[in-house]
């Protein structure tokens, strides 16, 4: 269940900042920018999540429900990542703003390719998303796995522009492709 009925100050500000990009009806470029700004003024801020937000999951990374607009437009939530836990290679629902509020995740990202009358993946690009770092996405294209490769405790914020309370993931497809260089 979102957190917003505890939620600190900070957040309740940030969900407020977001709801008046969001609310603007503009492009899905022009949101994800706008979306993106509001973030990167609070990633990394210590008073921006509750503590029970901040726990992991030993057995995998763990979502936890910031806020799910009542009109469905946009969800935040906070992914937490404890060292060697990864996301499957997925790509998402809708746009996504993804800002690392602690520590830093490596990211894998792929391209599908069919050849020879077989599909697999490609790597793309990979890299490291250091603290602070605030993206967004669009799909199509936006395959990519997500992978805690420090020794402490990662934690990012995402905001989507779906309803995660009637889909429960952000995911919109998993590949299990072979992947090939």
Not at 3 to 8: I, V
Not at 13 to 28: A, F, L, Q
Not at 155 to 166: E, F
Request: hydrophobic fraction near 35%; proline fraction near 6%.
């Amino acid at each position: 269940m979102p957190t917003t009925e505890r939620a600190a100050p900070a957040l309740m500000t940030m969900i407020d900042e977001v709801r008046s990009v969001v609310s603007k009806g503009t492009s899905e470029a022009e949101t994800g920018q706008g979306v993106a700004d509001v973030i990167s003024r609070y990633v990394g801020q210590v008073t921006l999540l509750q503590p029970e937000n901040r726990e992991g999951d030993p057995e995998a990374y763990k979502q936890h429900i910031l806020h799910v607009e009542p009109d469905g437009s946009f969800s935040i939530v906070c992914l937490v990542w404890l060292p060697g836990q990864d996301t499957p290679i997925h790509d998402h629902v809708s746009w996504c703003v993804v800002g690392v509020h602690e520590g830093e995740e490596s990211e894998e990202r792929f391209q599908v390719v069919e050849a020879n009358g077989e599909t697999h993946l490609e790597i793309e690009g990979t890299g490291i998303n250091p603290q602070g770092l605030v993206v967004w996405l669009s799909p199509p294209g936006d395959i990519h796995r997500v992978t805690n490769t420090g020794d402490g405790k990662t934690i990012s914020i995402h905001v989507y522009g779906a309803d995660i309370n009637v889909l429960g993931t952000s995911i919109r497809r998993r590949y299990d492709l072979p992947v090939k260089a």
